[in-house]
C-alpha cells in the first residue's frame, strides 16, 4: 500500500469515529423546547396540519387590543362613506386598520380575545 492509501484509510476511520461519537451526544441529548413538537405537527401522519388554521392562530397571536383602533373600527362600522371621505381628505392608508381588523377577527374566531360588549347590553 502506498502512503497516500494509509494515509486515506487513517482519514476515513477518523471521520468515522468522529461521526459516531457525534451519534452518540445526539442520541443523549433531549430534543430543544418547541423543536419536537413542530417537527411532530408537520410530519405527523396522524395529525394532518391545517396551514390555514395554523396562519390564523398566529394572526391572533399577534392582537393586541388598541383603543384607538377600537374607536376608528366602531367609527367606519356607522358610517363607511364618511369614515372613507374622512381618511381620505387627510390622506390616511387604511392598510394598519385593515391589518388591526385582520389580527382582531382571527383573536375572536381562535378564542384568544373577545370583544367587549357595550355599556347597557344584556349580554
Excluded: C
Excluded at 1 to 21: P, Q, S, V
Amino acid at each position: 500500500m502506498t502512503d497516500d492509501y494509509t494515509r486515506g484509510l487513517d482519514e476515513i476511520k477518523a471521520l468515522r469515529a468522529r461521526l459516531a461519537n457525534l451519534e452518540a451526544i445526539a442520541a443523549g441529548t433531549p430534543p430543544r423546547a418547541g423543536m419536537h413538537d413542530a417537527i411532530a405537527d408537520h410530519y405527523s401522519p396522524t395529525q394532518p396540519v391545517d396551514p390555514a388554521r395554523r396562519r390564523l392562530e398566529a394572526e391572533g397571536r399577534q392582537f393586541v387590543p388598541d383603543p384607538a383602533s377600537e374607536d376608528a373600527l366602531a367609527a367606519r362600522d356607522r358610517d363607511p362613506a364618511a369614515f372613507d371621505a374622512s381618511m381620505a381628505a387627510m390622506h390616511v392608508s387604511g392598510l394598519p386598520l385593515a391589518l388591526y381588523n385582520r389580527m382582531r377577527a382571527a383573536a375572536v374566531e381562535t378564542g384568544k380575545w373577545t370583544p367587549p360588549t357595550p355599556e347597557g347590553d344584556a349580554a
